[in-house]
């Protein structure tokens, strides 16, 4: 069917439905685009909505810090079960959102001025060291946030925290729990042991040829070669495209002229504040009290009482008692409550407010200083708005190459010259790959798809156009095909020899320790064996779990044996990860005196132990949570 579309591809039939088809689609395309509803719930929580943006953040930050893990590996690969991912990260967004609503329910608050003092210190909103408005509005800018959004984004986190730790905070551990825990960590074990090595006996061993050539038709898989293939492909980027871009200077200067808001840094004020805090569900009587204890600081100032010395001594804020109420330089935009910052840009410099109600309770503000706005120059924001203006322009170029590239390699389904030579592109060629890894292009997984997909490869057909990260897209087709093949018996028979060799070895190394095994049932001692077959004997100082002088298998399997009875050894065989065969012997469990443990790791055991308690006990809570809860979901809007 599609090889008949492709062959009538350029009648006018053809032409007329895909028309009508590019009509139809364009039209619920531009709807769909210019018209989202980001109030879409994907889920409602107790009649709370989680909405479709909510949820896209949510998944956008998940897939970057997954990302961001693997270095440039393709994600999709660890990602086998896409619907499943975006489940659990809406189960997520639901825990968060039960943890919330308890939050508030319970009476959990943050104050304005601990958030504002959380924004100032993030590291990427300060300038040597002081927290920077420009750099904070560009911030926001960049991640499409307003103010507003991001703050009660960070307010809503620290709410969950607060939860969180309040939770944590109520679990508890024994120290009898503790000492049972740190008599078996900090436990020794005395073992000793023999190594029976199966490299010894390599030159025992031969393997005739009829078992060479068996193991070789019993197990072709293991000499096949992968199925390889190689691409030529044309790449339209915008990062490519806007290198070629002129740029128009006086357009540039018309854009900043246009724009010079945008590059203005706003009037920030410097100011202290007295907070007396009130909670949301602050009766009449403790409003009254408030007020009144802030009338009376306000009182003691006028009377010229240090506003700083109050403010440590009587401020709720306590993001700014250490700091004498300083919430430091902050545009009208970036104080967090509307009437605070209506009262302090209200202000002259030096002066003090009268006492203020906003969300959280009544404030006593001082203006210490006034930075006033400034309008950046054109040379200081020319290269910003040349990157902006070559960005623009390569788009609308890009989307426009990106028509043509669709449309000439569906049209010419054979070749990618065509579509080169009209584009100017030159046709690129990957190295060999298979289906399941290759190497710079081939690392996404959607080249790989495309190129051992039916039409690719078997048919010999241009890919369709594959968007890739970075703004990109490409149409492929197969430069070589290497079918998968198993290689000869002459070549890999060395290699087949060498493996029947190592497990004969093993095998004889493994029977030699049974034997021993056999003599040790009779009370002969292992050190005394070793000694008459001519084997190593080792006998450590006494390990324990976390001992790196033995080798990891041999310390695991002597950990895992039962107390040996007084004067009378455990034995046990192993055969080890390198494939010789120990017999081990062990003496004695020697269980730790937990008086003489260093008092740091006793904390550190008990801090350990509490952590996990806490976590079992939110785990629990959320549970408790879920089962009561009124969770619907909406997986069609996921």
Same mark, same amino acid.
Request: charged share 30%; no cysteine; aromatic share 8%.
């Given at each position: 069917?599609?090889?008949?579309?492709? /062959?009538?591809?350029?009648?006018?039939?053809?032409?007329?439905?895909?028309?009508?088809?590019?009509?139809?689609?364009?039209?619920? =395309?531009?709807?769909?685009?210019?018209?989202?509803?980001?109030?879409?719930?994907? =889920?409602?929580?107790?009649?709370?909505?989680?909405?479709?943006?909510?949820?896209?953040?949510?998944?956008?930050?998940?897939?970057?810090?997954?990302?961001?893990?693997?270095?440039?590996?393709?994600?999709?690969?660890?990602?086998?079960?896409?619907?499943?991912?975006?489940?659990?990260?809406?189960?997520?967004?639901?825990?968060?959102?039960?943890?919330?609503?308890?939050?508030?329910?319970?009476?959990? *608050?943050?104050?304005?001025?601990?958030?504002?003092?959380?924004?100032?210190?993030?590291?990427?909103?300060? !300038?040597?060291?002081?927290?920077?408005?420009?750099?904070?509005?560009?911030?926001?800018?960049?991640?499409?946030?307003?103010?507003?959004?991001?703050?009660?984004?960070?307010?809503?986190?620290?709410?969950?925290?607060?939860?969180?730790?309040?939770?944590?905070?109520?679990?508890?551990?024994?120290?009898?729990?503790?000492?049972?825990?740190?008599?078996?960590?900090?436990?020794?074990?005395?073992?000793?042991?023999?190594?029976?090595?199966?490299?010894?006996?390599?030159?025992?061993?031969?393997?005739?040829?009829?078992?060479?050539?068996?193991?070789? /038709?019993?197990?072709?898989?293991?000499?096949?070669?992968?199925? &390889?293939?190689?691409?030529?492909?044309?790449?339209?980027?915008?990062?490519?495209?806007?290198?070629? !871009?002129?740029? /128009?200077?006086?357009?540039?200067?018309?854009?900043?002229?246009?724009?010079?808001?945008?590059?203005?840094?706003?009037?920030?004020? *410097?100011?202290?504040?007295? &907070?007396?805090?009130? %909670?949301?569900?602050?009766?009449?009587?403790?409003?009254?009290?408030?007020?009144?204890?802030?009338?009376?600081?306000?009182?003691?100032?006028?009377?010229?009482?240090?506003?700083?010395?109050?403010?440590?001594?009587?401020?709720?804020?306590?993001?700014? %008692?250490?700091?004498?109420? /300083?919430?430091?330089?902050?545009?009208?935009?970036? &104080?967090?409550?509307?009437?605070?910052?209506?009262?302090?840009? =209200?202000? %002259?410099?030096?002066?003090?407010?009268?006492?203020?109600?906003?969300?959280?309770?009544?404030?006593?503000?001082?203006?210490?200083?006034?930075?006033?706005?400034?309008?950046?120059?054109?040379?200081?924001?020319?290269?910003?708005?040349?990157?902006?203006?070559?960005?623009?322009?390569?788009?609308?170029?890009?989307?426009?190459?990106?028509?043509?590239?669709?449309?000439?390699?569906?049209?010419?389904?054979?070749?990618?010259?065509?579509?080169?030579?009209?584009?100017?592109?030159?046709?690129?060629?990957?190295?060999?790959?298979?289906?399941?890894?290759?190497?710079?292009?081939?690392?996404?997984?959607?080249?790989?798809? =495309?190129?051992?997909?039916?039409?690719?490869?078997?048919?010999?057909?241009?890919?369709?156009?594959?968007?890739?990260?970075?703004?990109?897209?490409?149409?492929?087709?197969?430069?070589?095909?290497?079918?998968?093949?198993? *290689?000869?018996?002459?070549?890999?028979?060395?290699?087949?020899?060498?493996?029947?060799?190592?497990?004969?070895?093993?095998?004889?190394?493994?029977?030699?320790?049974?034997?021993?095994?056999?003599?040790?049932?009779?009370?002969?001692?292992?050190?005394?064996?070793?000694?008459?077959?001519?084997?190593?004997?080792?006998?450590?100082?006494?390990?324990?779990?976390?001992?790196?002088?033995?080798?990891?298998?041999?310390?695991?399997?002597?950990?895992?044996?039962?107390?040996?009875?007084?004067?009378?050894?455990?034995?046990?065989?192993?055969? %080890?990860?390198?494939?010789?065969?120990?017999?081990?012997?062990?003496?004695?469990?020697?269980?730790?005196?937990?008086?003489?443990?260093?008092?740091?790791?006793?904390?550190? &055991?008990?801090?350990?132990?509490?952590?996990?308690?806490?976590?079992?006990?939110?785990?629990?809570?959320?549970?408790?949570?879920?089962?009561?809860?009124?969770?619907?979901?909406?997986?069609?809007?996921?």
């Amino acid at each position: 069917m599609l090889q008949l579309i492709r /062959d009538k591809a350029q009648s006018w039939i053809a032409i007329a439905i895909v028309g009508l088809l590019i009509l139809g689609l364009s039209t619920v =395309a531009w709807d769909a685009y210019f018209s989202p509803d980001p109030e879409v719930p994907v =889920a409602k929580v107790n009649g709370e909505k989680i909405t479709s943006n909510e949820f896209q953040r949510a998944y956008s930050q998940q897939r970057a810090r997954l990302q961001q893990m693997l270095g440039s590996a393709d994600i999709s690969q660890f990602i086998p079960d896409e619907l499943e991912f975006k489940k659990n990260i809406l189960k997520r967004l639901e825990e968060e959102e039960l943890v919330f609503q308890a939050t508030i329910a319970t009476g959990y *608050r943050v104050s304005d001025g601990l958030l504002a003092q959380q924004i100032r210190n993030y590291d990427v909103f300060q !300038v040597d060291g002081q927290f920077n408005s420009e750099l904070y509005q560009q911030w926001l800018r960049s991640n499409y946030m307003s103010a507003g959004e991001f703050e009660e984004m960070l307010r809503r986190d620290a709410l969950l925290q607060q939860y969180r730790l309040a939770v944590g905070a109520t679990s508890w551990s024994a120290t009898q729990e503790r000492d049972a825990l740190l008599k078996l960590q900090e436990q020794k074990r005395d073992l000793g042991f023999v190594t029976i090595t199966a490299a010894n006996y390599l030159d025992k061993v031969n393997i005739p040829d009829a078992e060479v050539r068996a193991y070789y /038709d019993n197990n072709a898989s293991k000499f096949s070669t992968q199925e &390889m293939v190689s691409v030529e492909y044309l790449e339209l980027s915008i990062a490519d495209i806007s290198k070629d !871009v002129d740029v /128009d200077e006086a357009r540039l200067q018309e854009t900043y002229e246009e724009r010079k808001s945008d590059f203005g840094v706003p009037e920030e004020r *410097r100011t202290r504040h007295i &907070m007396i805090g009130l %909670t949301g569900d602050a009766s009449e009587e403790q409003i009254d009290s408030a007020r009144e204890k802030a009338e009376a600081l306000l009182k003691q100032i006028a009377a010229g009482i240090s506003f700083e010395t109050l403010a440590r001594e009587n401020s709720d804020d306590i993001g700014t %008692t250490n700091t004498g109420g /300083d919430l430091g330089f902050l545009s009208y935009e970036s &104080m967090i409550d509307p009437v605070y910052a209506d009262a302090a840009f =209200a202000l %002259t410099e030096g002066a003090v407010s009268d006492v203020v109600k906003s969300t959280y309770g009544f404030h006593i503000i001082k203006l210490e200083a006034i930075n006033s706005s400034q309008i950046k120059t054109f040379a200081e924001v020319k290269n910003e708005l040349e990157n902006e203006y070559r960005r623009h322009q390569a788009e609308d170029k890009f989307f426009e190459q990106g028509e043509i590239l669709a449309n000439m390699t569906f049209e010419n389904p054979d070749t990618l010259e065509l579509a080169a030579d009209d584009l100017g592109l030159t046709i690129a060629t990957s190295e060999l790959f298979s289906r399941n890894a290759g190497t710079e292009l081939a690392m996404d997984n959607h080249v790989r798809t =495309a190129a051992f997909s039916e039409e690719v490869l078997l048919q010999g057909l241009n890919s369709p156009p594959l968007e890739l990260s970075g703004d990109r897209v490409l149409v492929l087709r197969i430069k070589e095909h290497q079918e998968s093949l198993v *290689r000869p018996f002459d070549d890999v028979k060395a290699d087949i020899v060498k493996t029947l060799q190592q497990q004969a070895a093993e095998e004889m190394a493994e029977q030699e320790g049974k034997i021993i095994l056999e003599l040790l049932a009779d009370n002969n001692s292992l050190e005394a064996i070793a000694t008459e077959r001519d084997l190593k004997w080792s006998h450590p100082e006494a390990m324990k779990r976390t001992s790196t002088t033995i080798a990891a298998d041999i310390r695991q399997k002597a950990f895992r044996l039962d107390r040996p009875e007084v004067s009378k050894p455990r034995y046990v065989g192993l055969r %080890t990860n390198s494939g010789d065969y120990a017999v081990l012997a062990l003496f004695a469990v020697i269980d730790a005196k937990v008086e003489a443990i260093d008092p740091a790791i006793l904390q550190s &055991m008990l801090d350990q132990r509490q952590r996990y308690y806490g976590t079992s006990e939110l785990l629990g809570a959320m549970t408790d949570m879920r089962r009561v809860a009124d969770i619907q979901e909406y997986p069609e809007n996921l």
